[in-house]
């Protein structure tokens, strides 16, 4: 982790596989498994108020070397919940701009669908395509889906973004702002945040909705909250309006009045 929070535990288990294999091709003893694993020290990792949520965005628009990629990063994740991996892994081909859905790819490599603002994916789009050139651009010829949707800042080089950046982001947070340093502020604190306003407003399985997270019970598949629910929570929360919400008496009558149908029929 980018805190080091649970290094020393990491560390013996990754010595251990490392005895193991060894251990397994030289017909060896493998003495690190008498090397107990230390246990972690309890953390608490808390939301973040609304007001810190303020702060962190304006400071990371406000600063660094490349303030438009870093707020675009941070509105994202905001957005999706996306872990490291859905951030630096996002390609233009998982981007569907028709239905405003983003296929968000990150633990475990799960495809699972979020629903986003019409401008959120246009500004993805817009910078992919700005600096990635023509392979982001879905009407080019050059088109590929499977092109990154993060870059860096142009130079002699086209760069697709890596984790160093999400890691050089939450080390900016943690050293402009005392609090975040404290607290150890990262990308995860933003997920437990946003899903911490969800869970106040809607209720838990919305929280686990955008979380991502599997259903752990036989009581979970009573009370599950759908797609479109989760469509209308964060289109309330983030203020946009989204397809599986919005207009729905609208496009019933266009479809009938298509079909030749009246709401009689």
Known sequence: MADGY????TAVAALRSLFEHAVRHTG????????DKPRRTGRERRPLQDFELVELHHMTASGGDDPDLDVLILDYVIATGARREGVHMLTVGQLHRDRQI???IDKFK????????AELIDRLLAHAIERGGDQCDPTSSAYRPDAHVFWYRPGATRRALTSRRIDTLINRWQRNLRWASDEQVGLHHIRHTISAFIAMEYGPQYKK????HA????TDRYGV?????????MSDLLDFEHPLVHGINERRKETLRRLGMSDDD
Request: hydrophobic share 35%.
């Open 6 to 9: 649970g290094a020393e535990e």
């Open 215 to 218: 259903d752990g019970s036989v």
């Open 209 to 212: 909705r955008y979380l991502r």
């Open 28 to 35: 060896g003893i493998n003495h690190a498994k008498g090397v």
């Open 225 to 233: 909250c759908t797609f479109e629910e989760l469509a209308r929570a």
């Open 102 to 104: 983003i296929d968000l």
């Open 110 to 117: 799960r495809k699972q669908p979020v629903p986003v603002s």
